[in-house]
T-cell receptor, first 113, second 114 residues
Framework: GAVVSQHPSRVICKSGTSVKIECRSL??????MFWYRQFPKQSLMLMAT?????????EQGVEKDKFLINHASLTLSTLTVTSAHPEDSSFYIC?????????FGEGSWLTVV | QQQVKQSPQSLIVQKGGISIINCAYE??????FPWYQQFPGKGPALLIA?????SEKKEGRFTISFNKSAKQFSLHIMDSQPGDSATYFC?????????????FGQGTILTVHP
């Protein structure tokens, strides 16, 4: 089956610093990837849609200057949380479109201290 | 605005029983309805999916029932097992010229007692 890898799986950073999360489709090419955020015991909330070679489309209320998304190749999208604050602590999940299905990564836990 | 409403929020079933989770939607532009299973600390994994031109789809112990006129769909897990204990999300995809984004339901925490 299609595999999507996220790295790192867990990261702790200091308040005010930036952190980058990578999402890779390992055995297929993904023109479109999605970035979701999930708080404990809550649903997945779409943050942005990432299309290879073009600017990401952000959902209403998501700060595009804070959550930088780059989709430089057909197998890699990155999410950079800039000037992170404790309220940015969350579980971030990427999904990559393969064929007619979205395959999700294992998620990345971000803790901002 | 919650476009996909899921119920119940939590469900407890005995081993061997049937688990039923329901979802309802409003947006008639949705054209693909997947169900995902998520274990704690992991990303969601696709279980089964259906399109609105089909009323039922079965894969192993998992069945989706779809009622287009009522704009409702449900997941049935037959012969539920303790290993099925997880959070289940229904989702709906917007159709269009490019691959549409998924909107998720609120999730159902399923606990199967041995």
């Amino acid at each position: 089956g299609a595999v999507v890898s996220q790295h790192p799986s867990r990261v702790i950073c200091k308040s005010g610093t930036s952190v980058k999360i990578e999402c890779r489709s390992l055995d297929f090419q993904a023109t479109t990837m999605f970035w979701y955020r999930q708080f404990p015991k809550q649903s997945l909330m779409l943050m942005a849609t990432s299309n290879e070679g073009s600017k990401a489309t952000y959902e209403q209320g998501v700060e595009k200057d804070k959550f930088l998304i780059n989709h430089a190749s057909l197998t890699l999208s990155t999410l950079t949380v800039t000037s992170a604050h404790p309220e940015d602590s969350s579980f971030y999940i990427c999904g990559a479109v393969g064929g007619n299905t979205i395959y999700f990564g294992e998620g990345s836990w971000l803790t901002v201290v | 605005q919650q476009q996909v409403k899921q119920s119940p929020q939590s469900l407890i079933v005995q081993k061997g029983g049937i688990s039923i989770i329901n979802c309802a939607y409003e947006n008639t532009a949705f054209d693909y309805f997947p169900w995902y299973q998520q274990f704690p600390g992991k990303g969601p994994a696709l279980l089964i999916a259906i399109r609105p031109d089909v009323s039922e789809k079965k894969e192993g112990r998992f069945t989706i029932s779809f009622n287009k006129s009522a704009k409702q769909f449900s997941l049935h897990i037959m012969d539920s097992q303790p290993g099925d204990s997880a959070t289940y999300f229904c989702a709906a995809r917007e159709g269009g010229t490019s691959y549409g984004k998924l909107t998720f339901g609120q999730g159902t925490i399923l606990t199967v007692h041995p």
